[in-house]
């Protein structure tokens, strides 16, 4: 396989009146071509931020301020903010949770992705217009011609979802990034948009990064499992090792959390204790709180995380001692 995206060291941090935030804290990952990532955890670990991070989408007061994301080779990074719109929308598209936030709600669907089309391809207007039929085809819109007219708000959630992903795959990137792409639709309409994602990935084969809390969505969807807690990635694996064998105390409380990983629900909530609020973070392990296991080194000192002989990577002081990775 060929890596697509390579995420060295990734810090970015918020910068707010009661103190510096490092919402993703030295994250390294990477993702080949046509593999599907999930990142999981609850909400407030990072993943959204980590995935904004990764387009430069982060808002005030939040900054990117260390690391590298290089992209087919070249550091995104040290892009200019030109060269970094040519990049979203064309190479790397982004879905997220609510299209009626991404959709313009005084354009029709039609012009929206015509107009995403011509804003990367040397088209013409009916070229633009003809692959956007084409697509709204393509994710299942019934009576595309018509619904190229149509307003978004008068399409169901589901329908604007597809849409979304329209506009997405239009320009045929080679990562796309989903942000808790089918959380706010029911049950049957997930499964179908989470089908026809896998579907069209593998048609065009892209990579997709999926951030989720939902275990579900990972056990149906993705290659390999990105746990983040507090900032921190504290397990990663492929996905049939997570579910068989994990090995973080926090990847297991969310399994133990996840009645049946196809009752695709809100999932997460069930460990005990919360979130670490940042003004008021741990020592040692971020996990410790509310470990289980926590010893006492785990209140003094952060374990690093380090390669398992079978390909994982863990962060706790339960697997100290293989090799050391990343401090
Ligand atoms: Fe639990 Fe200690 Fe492992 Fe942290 S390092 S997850 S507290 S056992
Ligand atoms: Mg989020």
Redesign the pocket.
């Known amino acids: 396989t060929q890596t697509l995206l390579e995420v060295k060291d990734l810090q970015t941090h918020f910068f707010t009146e009661s103190g510096t935030v490092a919402s993703v804290n030295g994250v390294s990952f990477s993702v080949e071509k046509g593999e599907t990532v999930g990142i999981v955890g609850e909400s407030g670990c990072g993943k959204s931020v980590t995935s904004l991070s990764l387009l430069q989408l982060v808002s005030e007061p939040g900054k990117i301020v260390g690391g590298e994301i290089l992209f087919d080779g070249e550091n995104l990074l040290k892009y200019s903010k030109r060269k970094m719109q040519q990049i979203r929308g064309n190479k790397i598209s982004m879905i997220f949770q609510e299209p009626l936030t991404s959709l313009n709600p005084v354009f029709t669907v039609g012009s929206q992705i015509s107009e995403a089309i011509r804003l990367h391809q040397n088209v013409d207007k009916s070229e633009a217009k003809k692959k956007a039929i084409e697509m709204l085809k393509k994710v299942g819109i019934p009576r595309a011609e018509k619904h190229f007219y149509s307003f978004p708000h008068l399409l169901s959630g589901g329908m604007r979802q597809r849409v979304m992903i329209a506009m997405a795959l239009s320009c045929n990137p080679q990562l796309l990034i989903a942000d808790e792409p089918t959380t706010a639709l029911d049950v049957t309409i997930q499964a179908q948009i989470l089908k026809l994602m896998k579907k069209l990935s593998e048609e065009y084969g892209t990579s997709i990064i999926m951030i989720t809390h939902d275990l579900g969505v990972v056990a149906e969807m993705v290659d390999r499992v990105i746990v983040m807690y507090a900032g921190q990635i504290?397990e990663q694996d492929n996905v049939f090792n997570i579910f068989k064998n994990p090995k973080?105390?926090?990847t297991k409380g969310l399994l133990n959390s996840t009645p049946k990983i196809h009752q695709l629900k809100d999932q997460l909530e069930s460990i005990e204790g919360n979130v670490p609020i940042p003004s008021e973070m741990p020592t040692?392990?971020?996990?410790?709180p509310?470990?289980?296991?926590?010893?006492d080194?785990?209140?003094n000192q952060e374990?690093p995380l380090v390669q398992t002989g079978d390909g994982a990577e863990v962060?706790?002081?339960?697997?100290?001692d293989e090799e050391v990775i990343n401090l």
Do not use: D, N, Q
């Open positions: 504290v973080h105390p926090y040692g392990c971020k996990f410790h509310r470990c289980p296991f926590a010893m080194i785990c209140r374990p962060r706790c002081w339960l697997h100290g």
